[in-house]
């Protein structure tokens, strides 16, 4: 793979290849259950490390399965990786799972991609998709395992039908789709969660910010990051006006 491939371009074949790497692990038999989940995590993280080293070895690196350092924070530009985004879905056999590679520029998520293997799809930054009509009534994502209070909260004032999913890059993934209209998260995430779907969303002409309506900003000392809102833009600010009505600090 030539150095010379541009971000967009590297950060899609890195989602990718990870993605069928992924996939190959998990169809060897030779793991389950959470041990195929570390297995997946491990090994996808390897690949990515070593790549992103190899093509760009002047960025920084922030990954969740490798030990951080304060190196990064000298960087302009920053490389955020979660080699395998919805590890229990992925060891469950489930299809709602994502690979995420996005490069953070100055803080900002300027270029992403989402693999979602099980899907064989990949949706990057460099090649927006066409936003399809809003759904009616609006379809809200929640977590399928443990839904937040507030999301639940806004979803029945909005009159939204709720569409459970697991990993966030899948649920952010289904908004740019079209198959959902609004994800609102407020249960906590990490940059690693939601910096790759940051990037395909706005590419894709859709809403993102923090749940209150501020800027998502990357590269940060402390990586949590526990917010996020991912919506069609004509029903950003009806989500906001509920999200802050049903925020613990209101």
């Given amino acids: 793979m030539s150095a010379a491939l541009d971000d967009a371009a590297l950060a899609a074949h890195l989602a990718e290849t990870a993605g069928r790497i992924l996939l190959t692990v998990r169809e060897s038999g030779l793991f389950a259950g959470k041990a195929l989940g570390r297995a997946g995590d491990q090994v996808a993280n390897q690949f990515l490390i070593h790549a992103l080293r190899e093509q760009r070895p002047d960025d920084g690196i922030l990954s969740e399965e490798s030990k951080d350092t304060p190196d990064r924070l000298t960087k302009s530009r920053v490389w955020i990786v979660d080699p395998l985004d919805g590890t229990r879905e992925y060891g469950e056999g489930r299809s709602d799972w994502a690979v995420h590679v996005a490069l953070a520029i ?8 989402v693999a979602l293997p099980g899907l064989d799809v990949t949706l990057t930054s460099g090649a927006p998709v066409a936003l399809q009509p809003a759904n009616t009534p609006p379809k809200m994502l929640v977590s399928r395992t443990r ?3 507030e999301a639940l909260a806004v979803a029945e004032s909005f009159g939204a039908e709720l569409v459970p999913m697991g990993s966030a890059g899948a649920k952010a993934m289904a908004v740019v789709r079209g198959e959902a209209d609004i994800y609102l998260h407020t249960g906590g995430q990490y940059e690693w969660d939601n910096c790759a779907p940051a990037a395909v969303a706005e590419a894709a002409g859709l809403h993102v910010s923090r749940a ?9 000392i402390d990586t949590y990051l526990p917010d996020l809102l991912i919506c069609r833009k004509e029903l950003a600010d009806d989500v906001l006006r509920l ?8």
């Fill in 106 to 113: 100055d803080g900002e998520p300027v270029i992403g991609a």
């Fill in 147 to 149: 839904p937040a209070a």
């Fill in 212 to 220: 209150d309506g501020s800027p998502l900003r990357y590269n940060n």
């Fill in 243 to 250: 999200a802050a009505d049903y925020s613990p600090n209101s």
